[in-house]
């Protein structure tokens, strides 16, 4: 016979039975105010998992009770040891007792198992005052059912002992029958015990009701304070000098009544504040939301409010004189100072291609203070790097390491330029500040070195004198010199660039490096401006002029001239043409003034003014002065003319805006249209208007200025911004150049104005625009939509799906038999099972007989429906026959106990029908024997239950049915001493095969045989 071996996992298993698995929840204390609503269906998606709930667990209370129709207010026992439950994503049909999540709230039903189901919400309420609890009790149960099904509210504090009612809040029945509309709302104050306490725990509980329990939901639980309550904070709490922070007090309202009327004020006389600051909530002056009832200001702290902590004392109160205190804490401090350094190099000045020593001395930046200190310098003046790291490591000339001096040497380039260079070394640290310190440097030049730089003149590349560049690199004087690198020196020649000191009259001659002067014929002296110039020499005083005895000998420079009288001509030379008589008219040497008639005379001539100018008309005289016709009146401009004396008449000029010559006698003055001639001064967008002597700009609609190009042109105005615009409420305001336009919220239609089509709800159902799912209802809310899964289908509504279980067959169902149990016939997907037929609504499923699948009431099925061959056609064994489990099921007569053969599932057959010989009248082996495989069965004692018998087992005492000798020393491994250490065997001294292990054991192995027997 074949023994059944238990492993020692399995004996281990044994002391462990019945172990429940982990539930999922959150008991974390919350604070108050405390709210839940369930219309989210993600909050619970796995039965008894409650992980997603912050705060409330759910408890299924069996045993709580041990009758029906209990009052809940008597049920008082902590229930936190009975399974934490919830049925995940149930129906309202549903008949299941304890807690289940339901579409958009949490619902409680008895039943014989759920004998007093319940939700515990815990609670902080530190600091908190009149705690407030409300609630809706909802009828969801709309069937005939009308159980008395009472709900009650308990509490307790600390976490230990029974609950306490609160009558207020009892519900004797929430439910009524034929309806699932009744609704209870729960309203009350908790006792003053639950005030003030770090862990509160509140119950909401009902229980197994006589009759059909009901579902009833419990839904909108909201629990805060009847108390006013502030609580103060600062944003940044930590604030400079001169900055400002925003001030914010949070207000929870009282109730019982509501709080109106209320109001905050601040003493802000520690930072430099009035003492009676009010703060405002409504959506003004750094308020976010109106309304919020979180009051707020920005407070500007000045520069010289004392340093460190700061305390704003605030109060809060409402109409109905409720009031509470806070306080805002405040850190002042200095503002932020930035890094800064100061920059020396030595030696300052060098030449190209010399070293120098940068040094930058810092002086950290404050509030912080700076950390991570660098210094960066650009030395590209100098022909060098533009990111140079200076040291402060006591290794590069910068003295001790960490003395805030940095330093490094550099090279100045070989080709860098003389003159004064800036090195910009910038100070940076840690906390992203940073301040340039320049350091300047002079590069000297170098005489001699064939490259002129700095103040040098000239540098040909030696030290010698005398070649145009002396010893010092000046241009020596009567030389150019040219280029750098090296300067080209040349002779100037100063007579030819006008650079000799020769005076103007004396002639220049070249020199090497020099210049002579020599002066003309008539005069005498050396030439030169520095010398004695040239003198004139005075033929008339010396008289060796030639001047005729009429002519008067007037010296000049370096010669002389003879002059005749007036009225006379000649060059007054005897050996010339002496003085004749001039006529000063023909040869115009008059004296007659421009416009006057000359008349010769002898030796002399006469002027004569002409019309409209008066005098003697002599340039000497009177000459010819004009006559005023204007001031005269003598003229003949138009009225509004303007008359303009002219040399010799006059002129009349139009005003502005008029033409013609303003003349009686003329064309008189004509208004211009400057609009037609395009000279007015409207811009493009401006409408021009000509009018008497000028022009109008007008700007069209929409904008707003006098139109000139020269004004203020045409400006647009801003409608949205000068509420100007016929914009809907709700719709926003764009400006347009000249207008403006109105643009309706997501959801809406129209042009968004008043007197346009304005907005208009779209009705995403109707057109389509919904993405609600196939077999979801689409409403029409305004402004946008929501979906709903109909009937038989459950999720969020844009999906939906077939709710197995609910008695209703939809798409991509087969049956629905009310629950989602496999292995009745309709299986948790709502699939017909192999074996099964399922008709009606809801399904009734029943096993096919004849398929050779073993369903339903069925004891056989051997594939057919014919009588006589041990499974009839009801699929019940027939009366002599023995039918197996296979299937289909193979049926043979029945074994006859006691001819000493062992068939037809007979465990074993000892050739007898007596009882208490091991093989009982059944042939099934007692307990406490073992039966071997012999025809007849040979039985005998088994004192452990292993079934082998006594005399065979290497143990007897203790469970071995593998008889395992590990060290085949002939003692199985469970009595083995040797073995005992590893925790696994049994010393088996002095063991009890009659013991509750043996008996255990003793029923395994004898469970284990009939099922073989029946799997025979």
């Known amino acids: 016979m074949t023994g059944v071996r238990l492993s020692c996992t399995a004996l281990s298993a044994l002391a462990v039975l019945g172990v429940a698995g982990v539930a999922h929840a959150d008991t974390t204390p919350q604070a108050v105010p405390f709210s839940q609503a369930w219309s989210d269906p993600g909050l619970i998606t796995t039965n008894d998992d409650w992980s997603g709930v912050p705060g409330i667990v759910g408890y299924r209370g069996d045993n709580l009770t041990a009758t029906t129709g209990v009052d809940p207010q008597t049920v008082l026992a902590e229930g936190s040891g009975t399974p934490v439950n919830v049925i995940a994503n149930a129906l309202v049909t549903s008949s299941t007792g304890g807690v289940l999540e339901v579409p958009d709230t949490i619902a409680m039903q008895g039943s014989g198992t759920a004998d007093a189901p319940h939700l515990v919400i815990t609670l902080n309420t530190t600091s908190i005052g009149g705690v407030r609890v409300r609630y809706n009790v909802r009828d969801l149960d709309a069937s005939a059912d009308n159980a008395i099904q009472a709900v009650a509210l308990q509490y307790r504090v600390g976490g230990t002992g029974d609950y306490l ?27 003053a015990g639950v005030d003030g306490q770090a862990l509160v725990e509140l119950r909401i509980l009902t229980t197994n009701a006589a009759g059909n329990d009901e579902l009833v939901g419990i839904d909108d639980i909201q629990i805060t304070t009847t108390t006013l309550t502030a609580e103060g904070d600062a944003t940044p709490s930590t604030v400079a000098r001169g900055a400002s922070t925003a001030l914010e007090v949070t207000v929870n309202p009282g109730a019982f009544p509501d709080s109106t009327g209320l109001t905050v004020t601040c003493d802000l006389t520690a930072i430099g504040g009035a003492a009676d600051q009010t703060l405002v909530d409504d959506g003004t002056g750094g308020d976010l939301f109106a309304g919020d009832h979180i009051f707020s200001f920005t407070a500007a702290v000045p520069v010289g409010t004392a340093l460190g902590a700061a305390s704003i004392p605030c109060t809060a109160e409402d109409a109905e004189a ?66 140079v790291t200076l040291f402060d490591d006591g290794a590069h000339e910068d003295g001790a390491a960490g003395d805030l001096t940095f330093a490094a040497r550099v090279t100045s380039g070989a080709t860098t330029s003389a003159g004064t260079k800036f090195v910009t070394c910038t100070v940076s640290d840690g906390q992203a500040r940073a301040s340039d310190a320049p350091i300047a440097l002079t590069v000297v030049a170098v005489c001699g070195d064939g490259r002129v730089e700095g103040t040098e003149g000239c540098d040909d590349d030696d030290l010698d004198n005398g070649d145009g560049c002396n010893a010092v ?111 000063e008219c023909a040869a115009e040497t008059d004296d007659c003034v421009a416009g006057a008639t000359c008349n010769d005379t002898d030796g002399d001539y006469t002027c004569a003014c002409p019309a409209g100018y008066a005098g003697d008309g002599e340039a000497g005289g009177t000459g010819c002065a004009d006559i005023d016709e204007c001031a005269a009146e003598t003229d003949d401009c138009v009225a509004g003319a303007a008359c303009n004396d002219l040399d010799g008449g006059f002129a009349c000029a139009c005003p502005a805006g008029f033409a013609g010559d303003g003349r009686a006698s003329g064309t008189g003055c ?59 409420t709700g ?36 057109t389509g625009a919904d993405d609600c799912d196939a077999n979801a209802t689409c409403t029409d809310t305004d402004g946008s939509y929501t979906c709903a899964c109909n009937t038989g289908f459950s999720g969020s509504g844009t999906t939906c799906a077939p709710v197995c279980g609910d008695e209703l067959i939809v798409a991509g169902e087969a049956c629905d038999d009310g ?67 296979s299937e289909p099921s193979e049926c043979s007569p029945s074994a006859l106990c006691g001819d000493g053969a062992v068939d037809g599932g007979e465990d074993c057959d000892d050739g007898n029908e007596d009882a208490e010989d091991g093989c009982d009248p059944t042939c099934e082996v007692e307990p406490g024997y073992a039966c071997d495989d012999g025809e007849p069965s040979d039985c005998e004692r088994d004192g ?73």
């Open 731 to 766: 719709a926003t305001c764009d400006d347009t150049d000249g207008g403006f336009t109105c643009a309706c919220p997501a959801g809406y239609a129209g042009d968004g104005r008043t007197g346009g089509t304005g907005c208009a709800d779209i009705d995403e159902c109707a």
């Open 819 to 885: 629950n989602d149990d496999p292995l009745d016939g309709c299986d948790e997907t709502c699939a017909v099972e192999d074996g099964w037929s399922c008709t009606g609504t809801p399904s009734d499923c029943v096993g096919i007989c004849g398929d050779g699948l073993v369903r339903d009431a069925e004891e056989c099925d051997d594939a057919g429906t014919d009588d006589g061959d041990g499974c009839d056609a009801g699929c019940v064994v027939e009366p002599g026959f023995n039918c197996d489990s």
């Open 473 to 583: 690199c000046v241009v020596e004087s009567g030389w150019d010199c040219a280029g750098t690198a090296p300067s080209v020196c040349t002779d100037i020649d100063e007579c030819a660039t006008e650079a000799d000191d020769c005076v103007a009259l004396a002639a220049c001659n070249d020199t090497d490096g020099g210049f002579t002067c020599a002066c003309p014929t008539g005069y005498a002296g050396d030439g030169e401006a520095s010398g004695t110039g040239c003198t004139d020499i005075d033929e008339c005083a010396a008289e060796t002029d030639d001047c005729v005895a009429l002519a008067a000998c007037n010296d000049t420079d370096g010669d002389y001239t003879c002059v005749c009288p007036a009225g006379y001509a000649g060059d007054g030379e005897a050996g010339g043409t002496g003085c004749t008589d001039i006529d």
């Open 322 to 387: 409720r009031s509470d205190a806070t306080t805002i804490e405040l850190t002042i401090i200095d503002p932020p100072t930035d890094p800064t350094g100061i920059g020396t190099a030595t030696p300052s000045n060098l030449a190209a291609g010399d070293e120098t020593l940068l040094s930058v001395i810092v002086t950290p930046g404050t509030n912080p203070a700076s950390t991570g200190v660098g210094v960066v310098c650009d030395t590209t003046p100098l022909g060098g790097g533009a990111g």
């Open 165 to 191: 009612n609160v009558p207020a809040a009892f519900v004797a029945d929430a439910t009524d029958a034929d309806s699932a509309t009744k609704t209870t709302a729960i309203d009350v104050v908790l006792p």
């Open 670 to 728: 004509a208004d211009i249209d400057e609009c037609a001639a395009e000279t007015d001064d409207c811009v493009a967008l401006a409408a021009c208007a000509d009018v008497d002597g000028g022009f109008t700009c007008t700007c069209p609609a929409g904008y707003t200025g006098d139109g000139e190009a020269s004004g203020s042109g045409c400006i647009d105005v801003d409608e949205c911004a000068a509420s100007l615009d016929d914009c809907v």
């Open 944 to 1016: 452990d239950g292993d079934g082998v018998g006594n005399s065979a087992d290497n143990c007897p005492v203790d469970p071995n049915p593998a008889q395992t000798d590990s060290d085949d020393d002939g003692v199985g491994d469970v009595c083995d001493a040797e073995l005992v250490d590893q925790g696994c065997c049994s010393t088996g001294g002095g063991g009890d095969p009659t013991g509750a292990l043996g008996l255990a054991l003793a029923t395994l192995v004898a469970t284990a045989r009939r099922r073989r027997r029946l799997r025979a």
